[in-house]
């Protein structure tokens, strides 16, 4: 099982039912399409931050990474990436991954509890 969180760049929607709308849109355009689009300087520059906190998976040799899936940056596509973060350690992780969205302008989205973060 697995807590997923999506983040993009662009402008912070008014309310929750609003992101959910833009999710919606842009998960269907970027992940659901599978239009494997390079990621914008914003997302990759978030993803690596990501990774000065926590390895990445696939050089996660002390299982200590919260990632569920690797490379992070595979998850991204244009100006939208959508992660999985391994349950047990969802509620630190997603934390930091909103407060640091946030820190970099960007616009964090849990589409468990449909709403924006932080």
Sequence with gaps: MSYDLAVWDGERPANDKS???VFSDL???YIAAQMNEPPT???TAYVEALLE?????IEDEEDTS??????LIDEASGPFIYFPMRWS?????????????DSMGLVCFDP????LRP
């Design 19 to 21: 992101a959910g709308q």
């Design 27 to 29: 998960y269907n355009r």
């Design 41 to 43: 300087e914003r997302i």
């Design 53 to 57: 906190r926590w390895v990445d998976l």
């Design 66 to 71: 919260p990632w569920s899936t690797g490379p």
């Design 89 to 101: 350690m969802a509620e630190e992780a997603s934390a930091y991954a909103a407060m640091l969205a």
């Design 112 to 115: 468990q509890q449909e709403r």
